[in-house]
Each structure stands twice: as C-alpha cells, then as structure tokens.
C-alpha cells in the first residue's frame, strides 16, 4: 500500500516536473499578464529616466529582484496626480487608496522559474551581466513583458560564453548600452579575464 502510494506520487512529481519544465510560466517570450494597476516602464524609466534600482533595490545585493512597495510610488504621487487627464487620473486614486488603506498592491508575476531551478540575480549583475541582456528594453516597454526564453538552453549559452553579454558594471542599468558583436567580444574578453569569471555549467549549479 505505502510502496503504491509513493511509486504514485514520484509519478505525479516527474510529471510536474515536465508540465512545469514546459509551462508557459516558464518558457513564453512575450508573456505579459494584466496588471492590477497599468503600469508604465517606458514613462517611468524611459521618459522620466529613473534607474531601475531606484524601485527594484535588492537586485544588487540578494537572490530576488524585489518589486517595490507602494510607499516607493508615493514618493512621487502623493504629489503628482490631481492634474492628470484619464485615465492616470484614476490609476493613481487607485495606488492613493490601496497606499492609505495599507493594502499591497497585488502585482502579477511575469517571470517566474520553476521552483526547481535555482536563480540568483546578484550573481549575474555584480559579475557585470546586465538587466537588458536577461529582461530586454524595459526602458521602451509600455507593459512589461518576458524578453527571453528563461530555458534550460537559454542559460547554458550565456554560461558557455559569457563574453558575448559582459559589459562594465557601470553599465548594468543602461538600456542603450550596446557594441557591435566583434567590440562586445573584445570587451567581454577582456572583463571575463580580468575578473576572472567562469559561470558553471554544473547541475547542481541551478538546481539544488
Ligand atoms: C518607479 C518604479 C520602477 C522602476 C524605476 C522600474 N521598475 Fe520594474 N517594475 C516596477 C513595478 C511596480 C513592477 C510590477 C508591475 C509590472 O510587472 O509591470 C515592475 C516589474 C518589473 C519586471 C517584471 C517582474 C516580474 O514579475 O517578473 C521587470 C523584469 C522589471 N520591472 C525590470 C525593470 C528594469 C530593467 C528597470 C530599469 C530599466 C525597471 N524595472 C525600472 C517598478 C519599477
Ligand atoms: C520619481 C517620481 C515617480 C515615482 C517614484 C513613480 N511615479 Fe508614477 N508617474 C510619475 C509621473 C511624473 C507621471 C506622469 C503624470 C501624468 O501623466 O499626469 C506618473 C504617472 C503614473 C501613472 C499614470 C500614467 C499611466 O500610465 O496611466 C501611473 C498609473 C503611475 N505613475 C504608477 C506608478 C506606480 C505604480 C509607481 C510605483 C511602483 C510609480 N508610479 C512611481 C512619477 C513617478
Ligand atoms: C542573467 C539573467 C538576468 C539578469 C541579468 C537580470 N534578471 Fe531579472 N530575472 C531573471 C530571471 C530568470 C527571473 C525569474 C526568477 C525566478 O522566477 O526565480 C527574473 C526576475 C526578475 C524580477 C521579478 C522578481 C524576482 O526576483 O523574481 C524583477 C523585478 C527583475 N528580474 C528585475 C531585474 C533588474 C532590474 C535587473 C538588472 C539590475 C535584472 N532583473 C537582471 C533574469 C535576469
Ligand atoms: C547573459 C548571460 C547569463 C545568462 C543568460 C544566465 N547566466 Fe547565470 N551566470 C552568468 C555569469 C557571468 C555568472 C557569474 C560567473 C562567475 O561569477 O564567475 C553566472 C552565475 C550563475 C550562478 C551562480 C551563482 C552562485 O551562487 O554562485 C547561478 C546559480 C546561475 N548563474 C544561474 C542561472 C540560471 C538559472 C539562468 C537561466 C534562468 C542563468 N544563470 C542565465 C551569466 C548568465
Ligand atoms: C545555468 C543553469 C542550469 C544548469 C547548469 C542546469 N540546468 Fe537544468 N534547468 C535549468 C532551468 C532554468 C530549467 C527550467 C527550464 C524551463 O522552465 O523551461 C531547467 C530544467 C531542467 C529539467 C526539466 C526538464 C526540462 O528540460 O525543462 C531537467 C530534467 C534538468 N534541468 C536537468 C539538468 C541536468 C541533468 C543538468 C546538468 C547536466 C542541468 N539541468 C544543468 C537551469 C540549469
């Protein structure tokens, strides 16, 4: 009986184990869920300019980029809202409401590995992988939405040859940052040795 039930759930976990490996959540380029609030990168880090670091202020220093609470937000629009033209003029009631309600805002997950995949962002930009490189131009994105593959494949290529991404860690939250592909290989070389940097291909790299 006890031998039955656990050949049944090992069963059930590979199969989630390949539903999962294969699930939209993880693999759809252009995932893009709807928001509980609108809201604008291209306004807000292209238009307005401000460093993605400004709201996603872990990215540097743990495994998780962290969205940023709503007190962020009213940094700014506790201010900037009466004269705005519909339909900001409602959106940002509505950041007002859940702010003075002490409610958090429910943001929709648009990236989001399965949980048997093990993925840590200080890693990559302290070693001077940059957010573009990963997330695209967020910067022109009205919606942001899944740039890249975020599959087992996608992350062996840039581990294999990393120099084909690295840049200076001044340039880790610069959109426009771009070489040509022979300048990026000739930079890269150089940043990959100096810093002497060598992503691991080994399994229990990522899943632990
Ligand atoms: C003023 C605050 C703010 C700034 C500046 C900002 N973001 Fe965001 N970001 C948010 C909020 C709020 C969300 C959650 C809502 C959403 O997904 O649109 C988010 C979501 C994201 C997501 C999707 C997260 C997920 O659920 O997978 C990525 C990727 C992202 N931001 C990257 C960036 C990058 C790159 C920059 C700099 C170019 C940046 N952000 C600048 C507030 C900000
Ligand atoms: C540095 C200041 C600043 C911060 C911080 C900021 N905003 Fe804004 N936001 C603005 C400005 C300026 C506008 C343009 C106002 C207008 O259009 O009248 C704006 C407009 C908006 C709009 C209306 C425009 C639209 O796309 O419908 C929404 C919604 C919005 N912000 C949401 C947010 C959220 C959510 C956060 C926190 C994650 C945030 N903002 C943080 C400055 C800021
Ligand atoms: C090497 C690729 C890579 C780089 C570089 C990268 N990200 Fe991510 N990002 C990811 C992956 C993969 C996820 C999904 C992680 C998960 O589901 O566990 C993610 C998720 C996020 C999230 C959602 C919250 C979270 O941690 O799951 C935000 C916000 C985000 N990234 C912002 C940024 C910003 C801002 C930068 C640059 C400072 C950046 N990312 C650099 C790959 C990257
Ligand atoms: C664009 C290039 C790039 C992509 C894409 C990328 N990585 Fe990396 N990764 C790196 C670099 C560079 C390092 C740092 C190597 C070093 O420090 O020597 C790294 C390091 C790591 C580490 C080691 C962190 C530690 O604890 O030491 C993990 C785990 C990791 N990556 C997981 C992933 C996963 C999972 C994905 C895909 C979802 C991914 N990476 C995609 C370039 C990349
Ligand atoms: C650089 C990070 C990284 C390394 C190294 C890595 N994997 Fe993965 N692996 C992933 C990610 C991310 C996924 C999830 C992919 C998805 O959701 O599509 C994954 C998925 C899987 C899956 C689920 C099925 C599938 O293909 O989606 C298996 C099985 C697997 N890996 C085995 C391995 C084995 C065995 C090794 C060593 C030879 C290994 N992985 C090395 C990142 C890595």
Request: hydrophobic share 35%; charged share 20%; glycine share 6%.
């Amino acid at each position: 009986m006890s031998l039955a039930l656990g050949g049944g759930f090992a069963a059930l976990y590979a199969a989630g184990i390949v539903y999962f490996g294969f699930s939209p959540l993880a693999t759809d380029v252009g995932y893009m869920p709807t928001q509980p609030i609108p809201y604008n990168h291209a306004l807000h880090a292209g238009i307005l300019g401000l460093d993605c670091t400004y709201c996603h202020a872990t990215v540097d220093e743990s495994p998780h980029a962290a969205v940023p609470p709503t007190q962020v937000c009213m940094n700014c629009h506790t201010g900037i809202k009466r004269e705005s033209a519909e339909p900001a003029k409602s959106r940002i009631a509505a950041i007002s409401a859940a702010y003075a309600a002490s409610e958090a805002i429910k943001w929709v997950k648009v990236h989001d590995l399965p949980d048997y995949a093990y993925f840590n962002h200080s890693a990559h930009v302290r070693r001077g992988i940059g957010c573009a490189s990963c997330h695209g131009r967020v910067d022109q994105m009205d919606v942001v939405y899944q740039a890249q593959p975020l599959s087992m494949g996608w992350c062996l290529e840039c581990h294999r040859e990393p120099e084909r991404f690295l840049r200076p860690l001044d340039k880790i939250t610069d959109m426009a940052y771009a070489l040509t592909p022979e300048e990026q290989l000739r930079v890269g070389r150089e940043l990959r040795q100096k810093y002497n940097i060598n992503p691991s291909q080994d399994c229990s790299t990522c899943h632990r």
